[in-house]
């Protein structure tokens, strides 16, 4: 996760567009940009890479919705997203989109006197909380759900991602499958309009925020609140029990998923029925043209790719991500453009 802050706060302090920035990086054999959610996955595959194939990995973390629109101009050999794109999308950029690794998306909270993993939320008071309809900490909502926690009477100060995300397409996603008022008010999107709160630019500026505000909350994703120790909650799942965020509740969630009838391998990991499941799961994925311009490089992207597929799971779960079923492996190499 150090890795990714200092990318990211390299590209905060510099003036330059995201295209040259990652245009300049003629060094690179192949380049990438989008999900700060995959950053540490992508690095660290691309140290495992450089050693094993020779093909040297530059990547830009800039969110999901810049991926999307880098791969798109071709500007970067792939892109990479947490939202998936429609069949429309993908077939008018001529792109073939498929999964690398899964993980939890969760809410962090700073309340004087809370814990790690001591407060309970349900989907639907975390919903209240961003829509601005619960603003206390010690709300009586909040208070019924835990009994024996001293919650204070503090403010509640939401943070949501300023930029383009794929993280908050999943989180919005979530909200509004578990709150009807969500899905009319706000709705589902890489990018939304928020009733209120504060924005920060990727899951270090959203961490780094709820970090700095007493009364704090935001969502990022797990290996970031979990490497900078940041109090996560437990949250209710589809059958009512509370769940805790960490590897075996996000396996649980990646084992009922339906795979075979996702379209572009856009499964749908939220709010999974069974046990110990945590409801915000979510597969992030890689956009490759099917028409590159460059195909010897299109060529190093799919290896670097099919290597890593193949021999990166134990980097996968070291970092707090869940490696994608074999089966799911198998047909992302089965469906893979060819380059010659």
Known sequence: MTRCRKLLAALLITTAPISMAVTSAHAADITGAGSSFA??????????AKGTTGISLNYQSVGSS???????ARTVDFGASD?????????AAHLYQFPTVMGGIVPVVNIPGIHNGELKLTGAVLADIYLGEISSWNDPKIVALNPGLNLPDLPIAPVHRADGSGTTFVFTSYLAKVSPSFKENVGAASSVQWPGGAGARGNDGVGASVHATEGGIGYVEYAYARHNAIPTVQLQDADGAFVKPDINSFAAAATNADWTHASHFAVDLLNGSGKNVWPIVSATFVLVPTDPKDTARAANVRKFFETSLKSGDATATKLDYIPLPETVKQSVSAQYPAFK
């Open 39 to 48: 950053a540490p996955i992508y690095q660290a595959w691309g140290d495992l």
């Open 66 to 72: 810049a991926g999307q629109n880098l791969v798109t």
């Open 83 to 91: 939202a998936p794109m429609s069949s429309e999308k993908l077939e």
